[in-house]
């Protein structure tokens, strides 16, 4: 019979292997929507209206102004990578497809003549979205978008690293000590010991 320590051992083995398999996963898919970024293809998980219109919405959230916004970076990859079968977001396509037909029937009451959310008018967006604000729809494609916008770009978003560039973070391979005051006098004592 098994001790608890045993089974406890074992079964974070078993977890972790499968932590590395869906991470394997995850960061291939995560490679392959990077590629389609760059190449314009088509998307996996969203007909190419909910697309635009998502992209519309991220847009609003992040707006290109003299810096890039979330078109530019290819926040709308991100997005419809993350909800694929698998993913950290993966049921949330279908909440996200509700959403942009929820989004479609607004735009139709509010009386505009656009037949999409991403036709509409600036102004008719700006209205839209800060009435859906409160939503959990706004909320996760307002997640989403930011996530997408500075996560590393090989995640499918964060194009051209615009998103660090915003940020001023500084994308180094390796980072070399001294970090602060304490190492560098630390690495200077060892080297005099020498």
Wanted: proline content about 5%; some cysteine; hydrophobic content about 40%.
């Amino acid at each position: 019979m098994k001790d608890r320590r045993q089974f406890l051992r074992e079964g974070s083995s078993a977890l972790g292997a499968l932590m590395t398999v869906n991470a394997i996963g995850a960061t291939s898919l995560f490679s392959i929507s990077c590629a389609r970024r760059e190449a314009g293809a088509a998307f996996v998980n969203l007909s190419d209206a909910e697309a635009a219109d998502l992209e519309a919405v991220a847009e609003q959230i992040i707006p290109a102004t003299d810096t890039p916004g979330a078109r530019e970076a290819g926040v709308i990859y991100f997005i419809d990578t993350a909800v694929t079968e698998g993913m950290p977001f993966a049921g949330m396509l279908p909440f996200l497809k509700d959403g942009v037909k929820e989004l479609a029937g607004k735009l139709q009451s509010s009386g505009s003549t656009a037949m999409r959310f991403a036709d509409a008018e600036h102004d008719v967006q700006i209205s839209l979205l800060t009435e859906m604000e409160p939503t959990p729809f706004f909320g996760m494609v307002s997640t989403l978008t930011k996530i997408g916008f500075f996560a590393d770009p090989k995640y499918g978003g964060n194009k051209d690293k615009v998103g660090w560039e915003l940020i001023g973070f500084d994308d180094r391979h390796a980072w070399q000590p001294p970090f602060g005051y304490y190492d560098g006098q630390l690495m200077a004592e060892e080297r005099d010991e020498s």
